[in-house]
C-alpha cells in the first residue's frame, strides 16, 4: 500500500519551471489567463455556500488550505480577498518563490514545503484547493484521502483537473504542448487524468459530495476562459464535506 503522493519526477520537472511562476508570458502563462475565472468561481461558490454578505474582502473570515501551491497564483488573490491562507507544495523551489512574492508584496500568508500526507498542522480549514494538482501526483486517491483530513464538516474543496477524454489528449498535449507552444513538452501525462465520475466516486470514500461540476473553456475570440457545461476537457468540481 502506497504512504506517499509525491510524484519525485514531477517534482523535478516543476523545480525547473519554479523562477517562472509569477512571468505572465512565461511558461505558466496558461495559469495566468485562468485565473480570472478560477478565482471567479471559487469567491462565488463560498460566498453563496456560506450565505456570506459580499464586499471588497468577502474572505475575511475563511480558512484555506491551497494544496499543490506552486508560486501562490490562486493563495495570493485568496489572501487579497480576505481569506486567512496556507499553501502547501512539495517542491522546495516553489515555496521559495511563493515566499519571496508574499514577501515582497507584504501579503501573510504561510507557506509549508510539504504534501498533505506529511503536512504536520493540526487546524481543519474551511477551504481547500486542489486546483491542476491532482494529474501530478502518484494516487489520486491517497492524495484526496489525506487531503481531506484537513477539512471541516460543511467545508468545500475545490478539484480543477482534465478529464480522461481523446479530446482532452489532442488539445491539452498535441495541441497545448506540441503546436501552440502553451505549456512546455512533457507537462501533462494522458494516463494520470482523471474523469468526472472516477473523481464523484473517489470523493465519496471520504464523505465529499459533489455540489458543483463544470467545465472550463478557452475562448479565442475574447483571450479568456469560460465557465461552460462542456467538461471534456478542462473541469472544476465543488465538494462538501457531510
Known amino acids: 500500500m502506497k504512504t506517499n503522493t509525491i510524484n519525485k ?30 478565482i471567479k468561481y471559487i469567491k462565488e461558490s463560498i460566498i453563496k455556500h456560506f450565505n456570506i454578505k459580499s464586499d471588497s474582502t468577502p474572505l475575511k473570515n475563511i480558512n484555506i488550505l491551497d494544496i499543490g501551491c506552486g508560486g501562490g497564483l490562486i493563495s495570493v488573490p485568496m489572501k487579497k480577498l480576505g481569506a486567512n491562507v496556507v499553501g502547501i507544495d512539495a517542491s522546495p523551489k516553489n515555496i521559495k518563490v ?8 507584504k501579503l501573510e500568508i504561510k507557506y509549508v514545503c510539504s504534501s498533505p ?25 491517497l492524495f484526496i484521502k489525506q487531503s481531506s483530513k484537513f477539512l471541516k464538516k460543511n467545508g468545500l474543496m475545490f478539484v480543477a483537473t482534465l478529464n480522461k477524454t481523446l479530446k482532452s489528449y489532442i ?24 474523469k468526472p465520475e472516477d473523481l464523484v466516486d ?12 463544470s467545465g472550463l473553456k478557452f475562448n479565442p475570440l475574447f483571450d479568456r476562459w469560460d ?9 472544476i468540481a465543488n465538494f462538501k464535506k457531510n
Open 171 to 194: 488539445f491539452a498535449i498535441v495541441g497545448a504542448e506540441y503546436i501552440l507552444n502553451w505549456l512546455p513538452i512533457g507537462t501533462h501525462d494522458w494516463e494520470k487524468f482523471v
Open 117 to 141: 500526507e506529511k503536512l504536520k498542522i493540526k487546524k481543519k480549514f474551511d477551504v481547500l484547493l486542489l486546483l491542476e494538482i491532482i494529474e501530478h501526483v502518484d494516487d489520486i486517491n
Open 98 to 105: 511563493a515566499k519571496i512574492y508574499s514577501k515582497k508584496n
Open 9 to 38: 519526477k514531477e517534482i523535478r520537472k516543476f523545480n525547473k519551471m519554479a523562477s517562472e511562476w509569477w512571468d505572465p508570458e512565461g511558461s505558466f502563462k496558461p495559469l495566468h489567463k485562468f485565473n480570472p475565472i478560477r
Open 227 to 235: 465557465i461552460v457545461n462542456d467538461k471534456s476537457i478542462n473541469y
Open 202 to 213: 473517489i470523493a465519496k470514500n471520504y464523505n465529499l459530495r459533489l455540489s458543483n461540476l
